[in-house]
């Protein structure tokens, strides 16, 4: 009785000879050349190695969360702000670019300098990069095919953890995880300021418990379950954060300086907590004030407004940062933070 594997090479050996073409075979597994591929190990073998480079806000964050649960173990997560961002791109790209098969940039951008460094480079290695950003600043990169900024989609706005969950959802990446576009839709109501207008304190409740369990343990509660359905000892953390942040946001009131800078008349405060809190809750009360900036001398400065005519994402990319129009933030750079440390010391206190 014939086989399928007898039929198949028969049909082959005949093609062969009509065409002139003489067939020796001397494989012992040479049935195997009509078995049916086996999809599952080409499937293993052709596993993406990804590198991530993401924000480290709860947005930022949470496209870490995305990459684990669409990537597995395949991807690195380099969390960035925009004071190394170009720094750490740079060193991958005159370094180690061929360790990766894809690499992600989400919720920030790189700068014109290392923007114009990817375009140089040969097209294999430019189809390795996608940038997603959802920053009014950021737009300029449109004209890079590897990027795609998107402030809105179809009149909603966009966050970073939105655009990528788009992006791998198209990619056939992540499935039907109950509760992920659930929590995708927080971050982004949270991120856009969004949930302030639909008093949607589950969103802020989810950022509220980012920096009560801290980056990695946030990453790995999501990973395990995403979704954002609050534990009884989650909601009892939360409400206890909520008192100290009702409590840090009015002491940090009394410290408000106000000061012009350029044509602006804006809000100074120190602080290192709660910062989108402490800079909409000040914004509202100094009503004086152009902007509020709140600045955390060990990492950034933040910049908040309630105001439309005032744009603070144009105000912080003129310092080196970028973001939205009412809510944006600049990095302090190394020798801002040392010629302060000579300030305060060259000065004695009577």
Same mark, same amino acid.
């Given at each position: 009785?014939?086989?399928?594997?007898?039929?198949?090479?028969?049909?082959?050996?005949?093609?062969?000879?009509?065409?002139?073409?003489? %067939?020796?075979?001397?494989?012992?597994?040479?049935?195997?050349?009509?078995? *049916? &591929?086996?999809?599952?190990?080409?499937? #293993?073998?052709?596993? $993406?190695?990804?590198?991530?480079?993401?924000?480290?806000?709860?947005?930022?964050?949470?496209?870490? !969360?995305?990459?684990? $649960?669409?990537?597995?173990?395949?991807?690195?997560?380099?969390?960035?702000?925009?004071?190394?961002?170009?720094? @750490?791109?740079?060193?991958?790209?005159?370094?180690?670019?061929?360790?990766?098969?894809?690499?992600?940039?989400?919720?920030?951008?790189?700068?014109?300098?290392?923007?114009?460094?990817?375009? +140089?480079?040969?097209?294999?290695?430019?189809? @390795?990069?996608?940038?997603?950003?959802?920053? =009014?600043?950021?737009?300029?990169?449109?004209?890079?095919?590897?990027?795609? !900024?998107? #402030?809105?989609?179809?009149?909603?706005?966009?966050?970073?953890?939105?655009?990528?969950?788009?992006? $791998?959802?198209?990619?056939?990446?992540?499935?039907?995880?109950?509760?992920?576009?659930?929590?995708?839709?927080?971050?982004?109501?949270?991120?856009?300021?969004?949930?302030?207008?639909?008093?949607?304190?589950?969103? @802020?409740?989810?950022?509220?418990?980012?920096?009560?369990?801290?980056?990695?343990?946030? %990453?790995?509660?999501?990973?395990?379950?995403?979704? /954002?359905?609050?534990?009884?000892?989650?909601?009892?953390?939360?409400?206890?954060?909520?008192? *100290?942040?009702?409590?840090?946001?009015?002491?940090?009131? +009394?410290?408000?300086?106000?000061? /012009? =800078?350029?044509?602006?008349? !804006?809000?100074? %405060?120190?602080?290192?907590?709660?910062?989108?809190? $402490?800079?909409?809750?000040?914004?509202?009360?100094?009503?004086? #004030?152009?902007?509020?900036?709140?600045?955390?001398?060990?990492?950034?400065?933040?910049?908040?407004?309630? @105001?439309?005519?005032?744009? !603070?994402?144009?105000?912080?990319?003129?310092?080196?940062?970028?973001?939205?129009? +009412?809510?944006?933030?600049? &990095?302090?750079?190394?020798?801002?933070?040392?010629?302060?440390?000579?300030?305060?010391?060259? #000065? /004695?206190?009577?």
């Amino acid at each position: 009785m014939k086989t399928d594997y007898d039929q198949q090479m028969q049909d082959f050996l005949a093609k062969a000879k009509n065409l002139g073409i003489k %067939v020796t075979l001397h494989s012992q597994e040479a049935s195997r050349l009509f078995e *049916k &591929p086996d999809r599952e190990s080409q499937r #293993v073998s052709q596993e $993406l190695k990804v590198k991530l480079f993401t924000h480290t806000d709860t947005d930022g964050v949470s496209c870490g !969360v995305l990459g684990k $649960l669409a990537f597995k173990d395949n991807i690195d997560i380099d969390y960035c702000s925009y004071e190394d961002i170009n720094e @750490k791109v740079g060193k991958l790209i005159d370094g180690y670019v061929e360790k990766y098969d894809k690499i992600f940039i989400t919720d920030l951008s790189v700068n014109e300098e290392m923007a114009s460094a990817i375009e +140089k480079k040969p097209q294999y290695i430019k189809d @390795k990069f996608t940038l997603l950003d959802h920053h =009014i600043t950021a737009e300029w990169l449109n004209d890079y095919e590897w990027a795609d !900024v998107k #402030v809105s989609e179809n009149g909603v706005a966009a966050s970073g953890t939105s655009l990528f969950y788009e992006f $791998l959802q198209k990619e056939g990446r992540l499935g039907n995880q109950t509760g992920i576009a659930d929590y995708v839709e927080l971050v982004r109501q949270y991120d856009t300021w969004e949930w302030k207008e639909k008093e949607n304190y589950h969103a @802020k409740q989810l950022n509220d418990l980012f920096y009560i369990l801290g980056r990695e343990r946030f %990453v790995a509660r999501f990973i395990a379950d995403c979704s /954002p359905n609050f534990t009884e000892a989650e909601q009892l953390l939360l409400d206890i954060e909520q008192e *100290k942040i009702d409590r840090y946001i009015k002491a940090r009131s +009394k410290d408000v300086m106000v000061r /012009p =800078i350029n044509e602006y008349t !804006v809000g100074i %405060v120190y602080a290192e907590q709660y910062i989108s809190e $402490l800079g909409n809750a000040l914004a509202e009360s100094y009503r004086q #004030v152009d902007f509020i900036a709140i600045v955390n001398m060990s990492r950034s400065i933040s910049y908040r407004t309630v @105001k439309d005519n005032i744009n !603070v994402g144009e105000i912080a990319a003129f310092f080196g940062g970028g973001g939205h129009q +009412k809510a944006a933030g600049s &990095p302090i750079l190394r020798e801002i933070k040392e010629r302060v440390a000579e300030m305060v010391f060259s #000065v /004695p206190v009577a």
